[in-house]
């Protein structure tokens, strides 16, 4: 592309916007052709004057009410940015709350957790001892039944150590 000169490029562009400007006073001026066009603009450019001219009258005749009334719009937003700053500040010490709690409710789980091992060791050491008692009452009555004369032979340590559920003949009837 050519390089064009600023004056050619203003030509260029003042050409667009005439462009534009006819084609939109054409366009209104078709549009203006309708009747109903026409009276809905006729309408619209009286509401408009009079609702200018009311305004300047009202700060003509009144001009603190004017500012009075901008003042209390601007108290009323500046409250309301308030409302919501505190309900921010309310929102987020709920989901401060809520996280502290459920910081609180994980280490009471970790709690309850040693507490469990706490009570499989106590359980482990329980399950231990009646293996102890059971091999000693195993023990007496084989040296009971071994010095009677009517004594059937009765389970071993050996076979308590490696088959805990073994049972004497006599014993699992």
Same mark, same amino acid.
């Given at each position: 592309m050519a390089?064009? *000169?600023?004056? #050619?490029?203003?030509? %260029? %562009? *003042?050409?667009?916007?005439? &462009? =534009?400007? =006819?084609g939109a006073a054409l366009g209104a001026a078709v549009a203006m052709l309708d009747?109903? #066009?026409?009276? *809905?603009?006729?309408?619209? +450019? =009286? &509401?408009?004057?009079? #609702? #200018?001219?009311?305004?300047?009258? /009202?700060?003509?005749?009144?001009?603190? *009410?004017? /500012? +009075? &009334?901008?003042?209390e719009t601007f108290q009323s937003a500046s409250t309301a940015v308030n409302d919501v700053v505190e309900d921010v500040k309310h929102l987020m010490n709920t989901v401060d709350s809520v996280k502290n709690t459920g910081m609180q409710a994980v280490e009471q789980v970790k709690g309850a957790g040693s507490e469990v091992a706490k009570i499989g060791s106590k359980l482990k050491d329980a399950g231990q001892d009646v293996k102890e008692h059971s091999k000693d009452t195993v023990a007496e009555i084989s040296d009971k039944n071994s010095t009677s004369p009517t004594s059937t032979s009765g389970p071993s340590y050996a076979d308590l150590d490696n088959n805990p559920h073994v049972v004497g003949r006599n014993q699992g009837n």
């Amino acid at each position: 592309m050519a390089y064009q *000169s600023y004056e #050619t490029y203003q030509k %260029d %562009d *003042s050409k667009l916007l005439k &462009g =534009i400007l =006819i084609g939109a006073a054409l366009g209104a001026a078709v549009a203006m052709l309708d009747r109903s #066009t026409r009276q *809905s603009m006729k309408q619209r +450019s =009286i &509401g408009v004057k009079d #609702t #200018t001219k009311n305004l300047v009258r /009202t700060v003509k005749d009144d001009p603190q *009410s004017l /500012t +009075s &009334g901008m003042k209390e719009t601007f108290q009323s937003a500046s409250t309301a940015v308030n409302d919501v700053v505190e309900d921010v500040k309310h929102l987020m010490n709920t989901v401060d709350s809520v996280k502290n709690t459920g910081m609180q409710a994980v280490e009471q789980v970790k709690g309850a957790g040693s507490e469990v091992a706490k009570i499989g060791s106590k359980l482990k050491d329980a399950g231990q001892d009646v293996k102890e008692h059971s091999k000693d009452t195993v023990a007496e009555i084989s040296d009971k039944n071994s010095t009677s004369p009517t004594s059937t032979s009765g389970p071993s340590y050996a076979d308590l150590d490696n088959n805990p559920h073994v049972v004497g003949r006599n014993q699992g009837n």
